[in-house]
C-alpha cells in the first residue's frame, strides 16, 4: 500500500487548496478512504471520508461546509477541496484507508499553512 500526498502550501484565511492523493498498492475502487489530519502538537484527527464507490460521504463538525471529499477511481485519486480556510486548519494532511484508521498514516503528509 502506497498513499502520496501533495497539493499543501501556505494559504490565506478565506482561501482555498486542493489536496491530492495517489494511490498504489491495493484496489483503490473497492476501498473506502479518509481524510486525517495533524496539527502541530496535536493528535490525529479525521475529517472526511467517503465510500468506495463515492455515493456517499462524511464529515467532521470542524470542517463540514467547507470541506469537499472527492475521488476518481479510473485514475486512483483521492482528493480534498478545501475553501474557507481558516487558521485553525494549519496541519499535515494524510490520506487513508477505512480499514487502517487505527494505524499511524502511511504517507508523509501535505503540509498546510493557514495564515495572513
Known amino acids: 500500500v502506497q498513499l502520496v500526498e501533495s497539493g499543501g502550501d501556505l494559504a490565506q484565511p478565506g482561501g482555498s487548496l486542493r489536496l491530492s492523493c495517489a494511490a498504489s498498492?491495493?484496489?483503490?475502487?473497492?476501498?473506502?478512504m479518509n481524510w486525517i489530519r495533524q496539527a502541530p502538537g496535536k493528535g490525529l484527527e479525521w475529517i472526511s471520508g467517503i465510500k468506495y464507490d463515492g455515493s456517499s460521504s462524511k464529515y467532521s463538525s470542524a470542517v463540514m461546509g467547507r470541506f469537499t471529499i472527492s475521488r476518481d477511481n479510473a485514475k486512483n485519486m483521492l482528493y480534498l477541496q478545501m475553501n474557507g480556510l481558516k487558521p485553525e486548519d494549519t496541519a499535515v494532511y494524510y490520506c487513508a484507508k477505512s480499514t487502517e484508521l487505527s494505524l499511524p498514516p502511511r504517507g508523509q503528509g501535505t503540509q498546510v499553512i493557514v495564515s495572513s
Open positions: 498498492g491495493f484496489i483503490f475502487r473497492n476501498n473506502d
